[in-house]
């Protein structure tokens, strides 16, 4: 039987990549917005992220699922999340590379950009540590609503330590912060939000309330909302007080999720829970937006990850595997699938890192819409896109130890997280009616690549009647949002990408000759240029 065993055509281990550098349409994106020295500074976190070791710890990870202990051994409250070695492993490279709340105390005029950059290559090793790394990053930003908040725990969210534990934050050398809105009678309707905050002698306040789906709940602080007479209030609820003594937060369950298994997600149950005030009374969903509009864009980053492993686990097992005579990367048809991935992944990439460098810039009306229109589009692109890659793979990809069905079961949360397809759309058309400088913002952007491709300039009239038309516009949002954000697309690949790349995205996402599926490019796309240029090179 020994001789019936022996293994041919088989695809060696993907390892030795660097999945920042290597990536010409990320590494050309990193200089682009910020310089050759920023991509440099990311050469030590390539070369983890393309390792056979960072390959063991997402997987460890994502096998060994975070335990809830409510009690120790003795009965006493504990309330605490066991994880697996691998999991702060993980955690902690990405603190230490500056993927948290870090560019928020860099002066580095490309901080944001840097961490972007980062942030794309570094998941694609295991997203789901992603969620309380996004929410760090996020928190800063909305804390600072309030400076006196913002003084005490500032200097720990913007560390590069990691610490995990729950102890009194003073003493750590960096703190993750998580966000608690959802509840189970609202969703993303937090107004309607039951959770409530009575105000103590001492300018704390006590909350009472239940919280449906709180992610990360091993985080040392959370944002959270309440209601006050005034409405709805946002506070800062840390797992440890001041004086070392524990909060009341009570894990009830966690969450048994489709994917970001890695990551814990639970229930929590507020009962006399210590809060501070962030921001002012009945203000609390512009000052959680804050957070939200910054989770945003990593939901962009997170999605172009999830979609850009994905291709790069499709090219590696296509440049390996032979079928009917040939490798597989050399028969035409799987040379256009392969293109049209690779032109999707590009695509998704540039939005992504356009929009690092508007927080670097102070873009704040360009990302109000921009943002939440890339939200929509690229995370929604996210599944399909993944599981067309699966395919590359055949029945190999559908077996677990491939890694494929791990992205495949990640690839739907960004969509969802923080507000799904419809809410993000109908938020497209409220940073739309709100203010015309957002539209002012992205129109200029628009403007930059006027008349270098008269598919992209019909595209740009289509939407500009679309926005003019103001009848069904609540039915038509999704398509607004949708073309808003390919818009935007091939705008940055007609000013940035080779001509291959950014005529094949015009000609198929914005011309019409594009099917129902990936791997449709219509006949004279120069799909072996575009599949070349998608290899990730060595680390």
């Known amino acids: 039987m020994s001789a019936t065993h022996e293994v041919t055509n088989q695809v060696p281990p993907l390892a030795g990549h660097d999945p920042i550098a290597g ?30 070791q960072a390959r063991e710890w997402g997987r460890l990870a994502d096998e060994n699922r975070p335990v809830l202990r409510t009690h120790d051994r003795y009965g ?61 990053y996020a928190a800063v ?28 934050p003073a003493a750590k050398p960096g703190l993750v912060a998580g966000m608690g809105m959802t509840e189970k009678q609202g969703g993303s309707d937090v107004r309607s939000n039951t959770t409530r905050a009575v105000p103590c002698a001492d300018d704390t306040y006590a909350l009472t309330g239940h919280k449906w789906f709180t ?45 970001d298994r890695a990551n814990a997600s639970s229930e929590v149950e507020f009962d006399g829970t210590t809060g501070w005030l962030v921001g002012e009374a009945g203000r609390g969903v512009p000052t959680i937006i804050e957070m939200v509009n910054t989770t945003r864009l990593d939901c962009v980053l997170g999605s172009a990850a999830t ?36 032109v999707e992944s590009e695509a998704a990439t540039a939005l992504a890192i356009r929009l690092a460098a508007a927080v670097d810039g102070g873009e704040s009306a360009f990302l109000r819409l921009a943002g939440a229109a890339a939200k929509f589009w690229v995370c929604k692109r996210a599944p399909g896109v993944v599981a067309e890659a699966l395919e590359v793979l055949g029945g190999n990809g559908y077996v677990e130890e491939s890694g494929m069905p791990r992205l495949y079961r990640q690839a739907p949360l960004n969509s969802i997280w923080e507000g799904s397809g419809n809410v993000i759309a109908l938020d497209v058309l409220r940073a739309l009616g709100r203010s015309g400088e957002s539209l002012a913002a992205v129109t200029a952007e628009l403007e930059l690549a006027r008349g270098a491709d008269a598919r992209y300039d019909a595209a740009v009239e289509r939407l500009r009647g679309e926005l003019g038309d103001r009848d069904g516009l609540d039915l038509r949002a999704r398509r607004v949002a949708g073309q808003l954000a390919l818009c935007l697309q091939a705008s940055l690949l007609l000013r940035y990408a080779p001509d291959e790349v950014a005529g094949t995205f015009c000609a198929t996402r914005l011309g019409g000759d594009w099917g129902a599926v990936l791997g449709t490019l219509p006949a004279g796309t120069p799909v072996g240029r575009i599949v070349e240029r998608a290899v990730v090179a060595p680390g």
């Not at 590494?27 to 393309?50: K, N, P, Q, W, Y």
């Open 307 to 342: 979609v850009r492993a994905a291709l790069t686990q499709a090219l590696h097992h296509a440049r390996h595997r032979r079928a009917f005579g040939a490798l597989l990367v050399d028969q035409p048809l799987m040379q256009n699938v392969l293109a049209d991935l690779a």
């Open 141 to 168: 930003p909305a804390l600072r609503a309030t400076p006196e908040l913002a003084a005490v725990y500032e200097p720990g969210l913007t560390g590069t330590g990691y610490a995990f534990g729950l102890t009194a």
């Open 215 to 259: 992610s990360a709940p091993m985080s040392d602080l959370f944002l959270v909302l309440a209601q006050l007479p005034e409405g709805v209030s946002c506070f800062l609820v840390p797992r440890v007080l001041p004086d070392g003594s524990r909060n009341v937060f009570r894990l009830q369950r966690l969450k048994d999720k489709l994917g």
């Open 76 to 136: 006493t409250r504990i309330d605490e999340v066991e994880f697996h070695p691998a999991w702060h492993e993980l955690m902690r490279t990405a603190f230490a590379s500056g993927l948290a709340g870090a560019p928020w105390a860099d002066q580095d005029p490309h901080a944001h950009v840097r961490r972007a950059a980062g942030y794309l290559g570094w998941t694609q090793v295991e997203m789901g540590h992603g969620c309380p790394v996004t929410m760090t």
């Open 23 to 52: 990536d010409a349409a990320l590494a050309e994106a990193c200089v682009r917005h910020a310089d050759a020295a920023t991509l440099a500074s990311l050469a030590e976190l390539g070369a983890v992220a393309g390792s056979e």
